[in-house]
């Protein structure tokens, strides 16, 4: 995490920094500043602190030849700690502008930087170092959204359970918090957020830098799945202005993966969260700009530029649209399912819905390999795991090697021709009734948990008409589009391959009708998305 830099490479960095001398116990940068430099270490250190308050709890020291940061400076977002010199030092100083040009331009220098940045990130994720608290319980659906919100996003925060921690009543009356409004979140120690939506926690601790609504990006990607992130990445590393738009977190399903083991390249497997954390650092690096928990609302393509606008009432405009939306698990048809959305109904299998369940018997509903990477991941955590389908069995929906796991872990039944039936329980799930289709035989089981991982629904109603869609809801592109679909068409050329009916507008990923539903296939077209998009900016 804490490399040293050498003479010849500190030469290297000296024409993108100014020298710059400081007096003792001088205050670099702080808690939620932004546009924040980095600093190289000449003579003297720097003290990294956590700060509470007015505590302060010290994190590293930085001695000559080390530097500071964490992925925060890619992106622009608040520093989580405070920055001090405990004596006279002599540093070099690089602002934000500068780094990004290095990470850009030196792929020496890049891995330098980029590499302990995503580590230090790690260590403030799992030490809980930031500028949030959260306060919840286990039986609060809204808590199991926030924890998943900081999660997915990899944002720093410390947890506070009002069921199990002794001297939380402390920190409600201080903050003047009943427990009816749990969840909580508290911004830097001053803001008291209740029971928030995802949108107001990515205000409140500036997780998007300001949109100027005056300017016209060369393209607007909508979600950030793989398919979005790899249309940022190509688009932001070959001089595109691109802007990432997503509704909740960044990775999408892909993101909710335990672990990816057909991914070409990573033979050990990575998982969903980790892929996507990497990935957008490398969208940042090359200067895309990403707004979380921002919802495209309506697509406006009647006129160019077009226009996108978002839940918050905003609009922004661009060249050209790549919509990558996705697609959600098809909820199952059950009256009372929503009550239990969140507290015992799952539409993820992270190590945040694992600590729920752990040791405990569970279901999963659905035959493809989102459900087979979560049944195989559950099982050594939880006492035993069912596995619902509705057909005769796997091998028609599943990877082999994820099957053959399954069918040798003593932990997996898998249930073939059976169903959820019926859901039952409070304010929480405590019991499931499932129904075997061919013996119409129901049994009723304690099971409090449930993850269902089954069909997808597309993400287009947002779409307003503008694009065709097929008879489920996906959005049809190049040769699919039938010639009435394509009837009002202004150019000579016929659509490009993933160019949907309206000129400038691709659809990439789950939410393109025909799509491969696998990562590699979504990474792929953002990518060939990005080739297409230079010819039609040029006509």
């Not at 990130?121 to 930031?130: D, E, F, Q, W």
């Not at 969260?273 to 940042?284: C, F, H, W, Y």
């Not at 200067?287 to 495209?296: L, P, V």
């Not at 068409?489 to 400038?504: G, H, N, V």
């Amino acid at each position: 995490m804490f490399p040293k830099l050498g003479a010849a490479e500190i030469a290297r960095l000296a024409p993108f920094a100014r020298e710059r001398k400081t007096s003792a116990n001088e205050i670099l940068f702080d808690l939620g500043d932004t546009d924040v430099s980095v600093f190289v270490v000449l003579d003297g250190s720097i003290e990294i602190l956590s700060v509470s308050g007015d505590s302060e709890t010290p994190i590293v020291t930085n001695d000559p030849g080390e530097f500071t940061g964490e992925v925060n400076l890619l992106s622009g977002r608040p520093s989580l700690v405070r920055g001090r010199t405990p004596r006279p030092s002599r540093l070099l100083e690089i602002n934000r502008a500068n780094l990004r040009r290095i990470v850009q331009t030196d792929p020496g220098l890049s891995e330098l930087f980029l590499r302990p940045y995503m580590l230090r990130r790690a260590h403030l994720v799992t030490s809980g170092t930031g500028d949030a608290v959260l306060i919840g319980s286990s039986h609060s659906a809204g808590t199991l959204r926030l924890k998943a919100f900081f999660a997915r996003n990899g944002h720093p925060h410390s947890y506070i359970d009002v069921d199990r921690d002794s001297d939380v009543q402390h920190v409600l009356d201080h903050f003047r918090v009943s427990l009816d409004e749990i969840p909580v979140v508290i911004c830097r120690g001053r803001n008291v957020l209740r029971n928030p939506s995802n949108a107001e926690v990515a205000a409140c601790l500036g997780l998007n830098a300001d949109v100027d609504g005056g300017s016209v990006y060369d393209v607007i990607v909508v979600g950030a799945g793989p398919a979005g992130l790899a249309a940022a990445v190509y688009a932001a590393s070959e001089g595109l202005s691109v802007l990432v738009l997503e509704g909740n977190f960044p990775g999408g399903q892909a993101g909710s993966s335990s672990r990816i083991e057909n991914y070409l390249g990573f033979p050990t497997g990575i998982s969903g969260q980790e892929l996507t954390d990497r990935a957008l650092v490398q969208a940042q690096k090359f200067g895309a700009h990403m707004r979380i928990a921002s919802s495209a609302t309506t697509l406006r393509c009647t006129q160019g530029p077009f226009a996108i606008e978002m839940l918050n009432g905003e609009s922004v405009h661009c060249r050209s649209v790549i919509v990558a939306s996705g697609a959600a698990y098809r909820k199952l048809a059950l009256p009372n399912l929503r009550q239990f959305e969140g507290v015992g109904i799952y539409y993820g299998a992270t190590n945040v819905e694992a600590q729920l369940c752990e040791g405990e018997e569970i279901v999963i509903v659905g035959g493809g390999n989102s459900a087979g990477q979560a049944a195989v991941y559950l099982s050594s955590r939880v006492k035993h795991v069912h596995l619902l389908v509705r057909g005769a069995g796997l091998p028609d929906t599943m990877s082999r090697y994820l099957i053959r796991r399954i069918e040798e872990s003593p932990s997996i039944t898998v249930r073939a021709f059976t169903e959820i039936a019926a859901l039952q329980g409070d304010d929480r799930l405590e019991r499931i009734e499932w129904r075997n289709s061919q013996s119409e035989v129901v049994e009723d089981r304690p099971i409090r948990h449930a993850f269902l991982m089954t069909g997808a629904t597309p993400n287009t109603a947002w779409l307003n008409g503008c694009l065709a869609l097929d008879d489920k809801g996906f959005i049809k592109t190049g040769p699919d589009l039938a010639p009435e679909e394509v009837g009002q068409w202004p150019l000579s050329r016929r659509p490009y391959l993933l160019e949907t009916s309206s000129p400038r507008v691709f659809a990439v990923g789950d939410v393109r009708a025909g799509s491969v539903k696998r990562v590699a296939s979504a990474v792929g077209e953002g990518s060939i998305a990005v080739q297409f998009l230079h010819r039609v900016l040029a006509e």
